[in-house]
């Protein structure tokens, strides 16, 4: 009887698979000790800052306008909040003592945008736009205490014993309307109905030179990105509760693209930057939650 007899030790293909491997695990090895993750992180966020402008252009082109839903970065006190059972979620018709949201990047965001009242015209571009709503977080929720919010929890029970900011356990859903129990400490969002009447003129995140007034047009910081010296740009958040993530006739974003080159409660969904001094308003760039292009 013949006996066919493997041969020891290993074909050249597992010798450069085993290669390959400890070359991709020593590589993640030297770029973490190395101090490369910012850089990669960078990388990241260009190829998902494309991705995301890409995405907004097919909606507009399949929806018309811009996703609506997006999140302002400020806190804000609603004024006679109601909850909408069919949308498992909250609204308002006007807010009142909005300061940016506290879970911003300190030392970035707070210092690129300026938060300022909206004009009428700012509202109405927007409007036009397809943006109805806006989301802002219960200025109850945006500080380190454990407090009950004004508006509800998803289901509708009261939203109560909301924790920290500092200490929210998913930063991506801060702006997101509360889990439903006691000290459920994560959402605690709510959205302004742009078209109640009379009209809302909230403060907004005004880039460029109209980070000191809400009213100029242009500076460096417009040009930089792409836009031009007569627009006047608004910053908004992508985040799960805007059209372009899971609904509509257009969608390709399963969930809301995060950046992670930022602390673990930091805010860091992409932010659009906006148009307003143009109506319908429109999209000029898209920034990482640093306030980068």
């Known amino acids: 009887m013949k006996r066919s007899l493997r041969k020891a030790g290993f074909t050249l293909?597992?010798?450069?698979?085993?290669v390959?491997?400890?070359?991709i695990v020593g590589g993640a090895i030297i770029t973490s000790y190395g101090g490369l993750e910012d850089k990669a992180a960078k990388g990241t966020a260009t190829h998902t800052i494309a991705a995301i402008t890409e995405a907004f252009l097919v909606y507009d082109s399949t929806e018309g306008g811009l996703p609506n839903n997006l999140e302002t970065m400020a806190a804000a006190t609603p004024t006679s909040p109601t909850y909408v059972a069919a949308e498992l979620d909250n609204r308002a018709d006007a807010v009142t003592g909005e300061e940016m949201a506290g879970n911003l990047k300190p030392?970035?965001?707070?210092?690129?945008?300026?938060l300022h009242t909206a004009s009428a015209d700012h509202i109405s571009a927007l409007v036009a736009a397809g943006i109805t709503k806006i989301r802002y977080m219960d200025a109850k929720g945006n500080n380190e205490t454990t407090d009950d919010l004004d508006i509800k929890a998803a289901d509708g029970s009261n939203a109560t014993q909301v924790g920290p900011l500092s200490q929210i356990s998913i930063p991506q859903h801060a702006f997101e309307a509360p889990?439903?129990?006691?000290?459920?400490?994560?959402?605690?969002?709510?959205y302004l109905n742009l078209v109640a009447d009379p009209a809302p003129t909230p403060k907004l995140m005004y880039w460029g030179a109209a980070k000191a007034d809400g009213t100029t047009a242009g500076g460096y910081d417009v040009i930089k990105v792409g836009g031009l010296n007569?627009?006047?740009?608004?910053?908004?958040?992508l985040g799960n509760a805007s059209n372009l993530v899971g609904e509509g006739v257009f969608t390709?974003?399963?969930?809301?693209?995060?950046?992670?080159?930022?602390?673990?409660?930091?805010?860091?969904?992409?932010?659009?930057l906006i148009d307003v001094a143009s109506s319908p308003a429109k999209l000029v760039a898209i920034l990482d939650s640093r306030g980068d292009s």
Do not use: C
């Open 230 to 237: 007569n627009q006047i740009l608004v910053g908004m958040g």
């Open 252 to 272: 390709n974003l399963q969930h809301a693209p995060y950046y992670g080159n930022v602390a673990k409660n930091q805010y860091n969904h992409y932010i659009a």
């Open 107 to 114: 030392d970035k965001l707070p210092k690129k945008f300026g």
């Open 13 to 18: 293909l597992e010798v450069l698979m085993v």
């Open 179 to 190: 889990r439903p129990g006691d000290g459920r400490n994560r959402g605690r969002g709510f």
């Open 20 to 23: 390959a491997m400890l070359a």
